[in-house]
């Protein structure tokens, strides 16, 4: 929280010239969704360099080709969002809980992506919102959703994924690209202004055909076990490059 803290103070004029522009694109920039991601990313980069964290991306070419796909990631800490964005150069949007995006900046970068803000308090508003979901995906938009529903302490341990928007997945027989983060807790979760690095790897993509006969128990266990699968490999050989899982070259999306 403090790198956060540190942006928004140090940097206060840029942070609200951020604020500013990416209201101003809401109103006038409304219906141009790749423009608006192309200048949120944007933003997200600076914010990423200034907070002195680095983000590096692997396993860029297990990303489908044809959009309306669904990236289902572990859940670590408030720079979860960002660091997906930074490395992710097709638009997508997100679905997150309404209070945890009430932030000045956060606010804004989710209503930049067209997020879908949830209140899990509320079971039917959930259900509509998941059925605008399926809508959108189905017309081709991409999304980022985290199955664990929250963050706490358990930083690169993963907790149990919930089914409810397994079956947004099932629905639209869309694939399915586990996404493990590695370290992003440690750059708004820890009270630290030492630099850091932290990793997005997009690992293959789970098709209809792989998981059709699945139930969504069965489907959420599948993504949480690759996803476990990656962060142990990055443990042990100290990045997710190579095989099938993962593959491809690092790339340093994000750096001070």
Not at 35 to 54: C, D, E, L, M, Q
Not at 93 to 105: D, E, F, G, M, Q
Not at 212 to 232: G, M, P, T, Y
């Amino acid at each position: 929280m403090l790198r956060f803290v540190f942006v928004l103070t140090f940097y206060f004029y840029v942070s609200a010239y951020f604020i500013v522009k990416m209201k101003i694109y809401l109103r006038t920039k409304k219906d141009d969704f790749e423009f608006r991601y192309r200048y949120t990313r944007k933003s997200i980069r600076f914010v990423a360099a200034r907070s002195r964290a680095t983000v590096k991306c692997y396993g860029e070419e297990n990303l489908p080709e044809e959009n309306g796909y669904v990236m289902l990631a572990n859940h670590q800490g408030k720079f979860d969002v960002l660091a997906v964005v930074s490395s992710h150069e097709k638009p997508l949007s997100v679905v997150a809980k309404k209070k945890k995006t009430r932030y000045p900046l956060v606010r804004q970068v989710m209503e930049m992506l067209d997020s879908t803000r949830i209140d899990t308090e509320d079971l039917r508003s959930v259900a509509t919102a998941f059925r605008d979901v399926e809508r959108n995906i189905e017309n081709g938009r991409n999304y980022l959703i985290f199955p664990e529903g929250k963050f706490g302490k358990n930083h690169n341990h993963l907790i149990e994924f919930h089914t409810g928007c397994i079956g947004i997945v099932k629905k639209t027989k869309c694939p399915i690209v586990p996404v493990a983060l590695y370290d992003t807790y440690k750059v708004y979760n820890e009270n630290s202004l030492k630099k850091t690095e932290c990793s997005v790897t997009y690992l293959s993509p789970i098709y209809y055909e792989e998981y059709k006969d699945l139930s969504k128990r069965e489907i959420a266990d599948l993504v949480k076990q690759r996803i476990e699968d990656a962060i142990d490999k990055i443990e042990n050989d100290g990045c997710c490059a190579g095989g099938a899982s993962a593959g491809g070259e690092d790339r340093e999306v994000a750096a001070c």
